[in-house]
């Protein structure tokens, strides 16, 4: 015993170099020893999860910076490494994978009995088997009309700001949408955010408020069983979002009980919804079992937050970089105005999907918001694989995003650039680019609701640029705050609870100025082409020899023409086609002069109307002049 006493004295020490020869043991044998131990990458995410923790919603920006030093395979905690090559993409995410879900990564998401959080295949067969008819194309274009109302709802609050002076969020509006429609066509129970004054704020804020937990139940799994087996009633004690989201759910759950009951007594179960798919057993895969309410719910929550963010985001820095860059709107309006000549009218889905510069516009928001920025991680499945040239063991974790692939510089040149001209060049060309954009992911675990998320993107978009053809202005939002993304799975503008936010508006005054443009236009053009006429008449009234007289005005008419034509050239030469201050105010939509590079620029744009002046008086002149003044 007398061995022990100098332990025992010093009984904390001890205890403290024991736990630093554990800890460093870990260390040592996950930095050198582990199968992943030659993977590229710095030490501390080789040895410890708290690297990722300490990064929270940025990680996906530190492993770009890791893939930048380490090149195109990087560990990024003990168990995963990240992956950068396009190629490997195919290898992963496919039809028929036998690359399961990260159970880590997902579980953290807390909804175990959805068909998003379930990461064996063969569950997720079956799950999924039973969802697909709720969310397949047809079943989709069979309710597009629940899309057009919340169209038309988002169009008549951007009409409620304009006659008020007041910007509208189109953030928080399109995001309604999402949450309107979903709720709408799944649950068959509206939430009407677009009716709201907030426009749905407090909701989008709860569902940011619980994001940050998707880390730290990646860290201690335990916490996240803890929060599971929470009763209801607790939650709002243990935090403001998480009281609002248990709130949510147990809406979902008197739903159910609601359906469930209807089945019970045989009653009629009116339009069909996600519960009363899957809560009947009819047309369902081998092995399918009904799920309880429980389950059930999380089915349901996993549906509504898949949707809300993501088709929110496209359609906002889809809309966003329209109304920052004029040109793009101006064209966007022109293919509209074409296809549909009535402002009024509806846009109906399978017409505006074949419009090749609103597809154009659309492809780009969605590869600029990424739908989910970050990871998708999966487990490599038994025997292993190898990417560039490192053996991955089986069980260990392999993801890949769509901030990188839809950022490569080899298959998108200028990839910060919202561009649409880049879809349009040629079909190969379409195809090569949308080879690497995954907003969607790719393969067996490919998002359900992608036939959904067009349709809204199409509709909404469009109907809102038909609307409002001219004058919509970004209201206090730069290109940088949009570029800016939190990773809590679904990826959040971390400024969005800020004043300074994509905001859309039309000033009052500009609204009447481009009418009174309008009617200015039109006046003009009726006069010239009634003073036209006029003239001739008069003319012939008044010369004094009009049969020579007329037909020699007329025939220097062509002369003149041919002068002005060949006079364009030699001026325009003065001019380089790639004058950036040129380029950059068209860009801008700076209008006239104002996009002119030179004085030149501005000699042909006054030039023009004053010879067409001179030009006429001159004429008329000859013809009304006595003959005898005449040469
Ligand atoms: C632009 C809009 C959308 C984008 C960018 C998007 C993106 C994604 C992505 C990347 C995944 C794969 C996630 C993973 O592998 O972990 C996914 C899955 C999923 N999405 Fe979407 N989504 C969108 C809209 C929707 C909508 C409208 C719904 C509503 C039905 C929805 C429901 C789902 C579901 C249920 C899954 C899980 C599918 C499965 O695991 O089989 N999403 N989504």
Known sequence: MALLDPILDHKWVVLAAALLVYVSSIAVHRRFFHPLARVPGPFLPAVTK????????????????????????????????????????DKIYYMGTKYWKSPI??????????????????????????????????????????VQEKAEKVCARMQQGVDNGQPVDLHHAFRAVSVDVISDFAFDKCYDFLERDDIGATFFEMARGIGPA?????????????ALKTPPWMAPYMSKPLGYVTGM???????????????????????????????????????????????????AYSVLVAAADTTGNAMTVAAFNVLHNQSIYQKLVAELEEKFPDRSQRLSFVELERLPYLTAVIKEGLRLSFGVVGRLPRVVPQGGAEFNGHYIPGGYVVGMSSWMMHRDPHVFHDPERFDPERWLKSQEEFRRLDHNM??????????????????????????????????????????????????????????????????????????IRSSLLEFWKVFIQATFSYGGSEMCVVAADET???????????????????????????????????????LNAIDKGEPGVAASPSRMGEFLLCRTPTSCFSYQTYELRIITAPSSTQS
Not at 107 to 136: D, Q
């Open 249 to 299: 759910q147990m809406e979902c759950v008197r739903q159910i009980e609601g359906v469930q009951e209807k089945l019970r007594d045989n009653k009629d179960l009116g339009r069909q919804t996600i519960f009363t798919t899957l809560l009947t057993g009819e047309d369902k895969p081998e092995g399918y079992k009904i799920p309880t309410t429980w389950q059930l719910k999380d089915e």
């Open 50 to 89: 708290l690297y990722q923790s300490y990064y929270n919603g940025r990680y996906y920006l530190q492993i770009e910076k890791l893939h930048q030093k380490y090149g195109p395979i990087v560990r990024i905690t003990p168990d995963e490494v990240h992956l950068s090559d396009a190629e490997n993409y």
């Open 214 to 226: 998707l880390w730290a139940f990646q860290q201690f799994p335990s916490f996240q069983a803890m």
């Open 438 to 511: 995954i907003p969607f992911g790719r393969g067996t675990r490919q998002c359900v609701g992608m036939p959904l998320a067009y349709t809204e993107l199409y509709v909404t978009l469009g109907t809102l640029f038909r609307r409002f053809p001219r004058g919509l202005r970004v209201f206090n939002t730069t290109p940088e705050t949009m570029r800016d993304y939190e990773d809590f799975f679904s990826s959040y503008h971390p400024y969005s609870r800020r004043e300074e936010w994509f905001r859309a508006y039309m000033e009052t005054s500009e609204a």
């Open 544 to 582: 004094e020899n009009p049969r020579r007289n007329i037909p020699k005005a007329v025939r220097r008419v062509f002369w003149r023409i041919i002068f002005y034509v060949l006079a364009i050239p030699p001026v325009g030469m003065c001019m380089s086609s790639e004058e950036p201050r040129l």
């Open 105 to 146: 990564y997902y579980n953290a998401l807390c909804v175990p009995h959805s068909t998003f959080g379930t990461p064996p295949n063969e569950v997720h067969k079956i799950r999924r088997g039973a969802l697909n008819p709720m969310f397949s194309r047809q079943k989709v274009l069979e309710l597009e009309g629940i």
